[in-house]
């Protein structure tokens, strides 16, 4: 690893709390871990001042950034780099770790443990995001009856007694439960995201786990709520994320351009993580995940399928939009113009002009290991 006495970078990793004594053993420490994975050789470290002290910077060296992700685009990482990370666990953390140092905006840790345990939960994200499939219904809503109840003050609740992460397992992976379940592509990201962090509390923060069991049992923590106590947010409305950068385990939304179909419950957008290797998670076929360009092809084709129920309700036909797709996908020139197209950031709240899907931020969660932990619990 190449030491900086001031970072070229603004990006990458940092880690804070880190003074002049000990900065050589946490570069070492880093640097240790990236040898495991052959990395090492390919990142540089800086130390500077940040608001709570000192910190140390790592990030990806300038060739490597522009041979692998030129303009931050992460999507062909896998193929630059020959990772494998479908059949070689470790190249998934590589991939992680590769698109953290290269990145334009910093991941921000207190300290290496918290760095480590934020990578395994991006690899448990990819894994369960891998294996979730739902039933798709804008209405109904259902969870399996031997682990989860319901009630309109507290949410979707597990049972006393029952264990959170199978819980969200049989919920959402019908390799477990032998059945899909009805509910929405955003909740469905709200527990990829919950069983994740579980799963790692599991051997790093036994309380914390615990206390998430017990809130589980008396209320779900959703939606905005959801988001406040779990998830920081990088990226923003004023410094974009590049359209093409993207970390596996980040959330994204994928944004319906269009007001018209917009309107329909379910259809304003898709709630979906970063697998890794150019491919976005599919919760309806978890079989058959997304490239950037096909999810922007089938966003951009909801507006070809509108019709009015019988209850006077707007609603999508998903075989026209399937018709549509197949068509799309024959001609490559109508490909590259509605990617080109979709791939536009998307416009404000309530504004249809000239955007496209792509949001300008992305999601992953908070820190969860003792001592440093700033997921906060709601009160009961």
């Not at 589980?216 to 998830?231: N, P």
Request: glycine share 6%; charged share 20%; aromatic share 10%.
């Amino acid at each position: 690893m190449h030491f900086e006495q001031r970072p070229s970078r603004q990006g990458g990793v940092l880690i804070h709390g880190v003074d002049t004594t000990a900065a050589a053993a946490v570069a070492q420490r880093f640097a240790a871990h990236l040898q495991t994975l052959g990395l090492d050789s390919l990142v540089a470290c800086g130390s500077e001042t940040s608001p709570t002290g000192s910190a140390l910077r790592f990030w990806l060296n300038d060739a490597s950034v522009q041979r692998w992700a030129p303009g931050y685009n992460t999507l062909e990482l896998c193929t630059q780099c020959g990772l494998d990370t479908l059949r070689q666990p470790d190249d998934l953390a590589r991939e992680i770790i590769l698109a953290m140092l290269l990145g334009p905006v910093a991941f921000e840790f207190p300290d290496l443990d918290e760095w480590l345990a934020a990578i395994r939960i991006r690899q448990n994200i990819v894994h369960a995001a891998r294996k979730t499939s739902l039933a798709f219904h804008t209405s109904e809503a259902e969870r399996p009856e031997d682990y989860w109840a319901y009630s309109p003050a507290t949410g979707f609740t597990i049972l006393p007694g029952t264990c959170l992460i199978d819980a969200l397992c049989k919920a959402t992976q019908p390799d477990v439960s032998g059945k899909l379940y009805s509910f929405s592509c955003y909740r469905a990201s709200e527990y990829v995201i919950l069983l994740s962090i579980a799963q790692e509390l599991r051997a790093s923060n036994p309380a914390l786990l615990h206390a998430l069991q017990q809130h589980y049992e008396k209320q779900a923590i959703q939606s905005g709520k959801f988001h406040d106590v779990f998830l920081r947010e990088y990226g923003s409305m004023e410094q974009p994320l590049p359209p093409k950068y993207y970390v596996p385990g980040d959330r994204l939304w994928f944004r319906n351009p269009d007001e018209h179909s917009s309107d329909v419950s379910g259809y304003e957008g898709s709630w979906v993580f970063y697998l890794g290797g150019g491919l976005f998670c599919n919760f309806w076929n978890h079989a058959q995940p997304f490239t950037l360009s096909a999810k922007c092809i089938e966003i951009y084709h909801w507006r070809h399928a509108t019709y009015v129920d019988p209850a006077g309700d707007l609603r999508i036909d998903e075989t026209i939009v399937a018709h549509r797709v197949a068509d799309t996908q024959r001609d490559p020139l109508a490909v590259q113009n509605i990617f080109e197209q979709m791939l536009r950031l998307r416009e404000p709240k309530g504004v249809y002009q000239h955007g496209g899907c792509i949001d300008t931020t992305r999601e992953y969660p908070r820190w969860v290991r003792p001592g440093t932990s700033d997921m906060v619990l709601p009160r009961l």
